[in-house]
Each structure stands twice: as structure tokens, then as C-alpha cells.
């Protein structure tokens, strides 16, 4: 059985997302076509065949590593936006929430990342990152008005 954890090494966000996309497409066009009654229903057609149990839970899995995947790449955009001179109210707008829930979201991040190097003394940020990340985040409320 496919977990998150067993593809998150195994695909890339975008080869998650081709995969994805082909078993969400088969099995969208073998809903549509599960009509025993109906003469365009052929199982054996791979392109409209029900999804086998294994492959049903892979999707639920894919779409698993796709969100961990998207959200981190979510909070690198969020730095890189914040590099490039947003502020928290414009980085709040393009996540569709306030500034002070993005950068809340943000400093929830950086401190998930510090405790991941705690652990492990490779994976995450390390001191000298959490230092540069924090800084680089500043305050929602030292901004001036934009």
C-alpha cells in the first residue's frame, strides 16, 4: 500500500502531480462509463477501467504529498516574496488570508524547520538560517502603510 511518506521520496512535485493527474483522469472517465447497462462501459479499456484498490489509495497518497510538497514550496515563496520587497498585507492577499495569519503561518514554518535540525543536525534550517529567515520575515506590524 502507497503512504505519503513511502512517495514523498519517490516523486518530485511535479512527477506527483503527472501521476496524479492520470489516475484522477482514469478514474474521473471510469465513473463516468460505470453504467454496466451502458455499451460504451468496458472495463478492459485501460483508459476508462476502474481504478484497482491499490492505485484508488495511491491517488489518496499522491494528493497527500502534494499538499506537504506545495506547502513547503508555498513558504519558500513566501521568503522569496518577502526578498523581493512584499509586504505581509500583499503576501496575505495572494494566499487569500490576512498578514498577520500568512506571517503567523510563516514564523510557524521557520520554527518547524529549526526543530527539524534540532533533530536530525542536517534536515532544516539551522541556527544561522533561522536568524536570516526571521529577519528576512521582519514584523506584520513595523510595516509602513502601503
Known sequence: MSTPDDLEGRFTLLTAVARYDRLRTRDALASAF????????????????????????????LGEVIARKAGYGRQLSVRSARRAGASWSQIGAALGTSKQAAWETHGRWIDDQAEQHRRSGYEGLDENDVATARAVAGEPESEEAE
Open 34 to 61: 460505470d453504467d454496466d447497462d451502458d455499451p460504451r462501459f468496458t472495463p478492459t479499456d485501460p483508459g476508462t477501467a476502474p481504478l484497482a484498490r491499490d492505485e484508488a489509495l495511491e491517488l489518496l497518497a
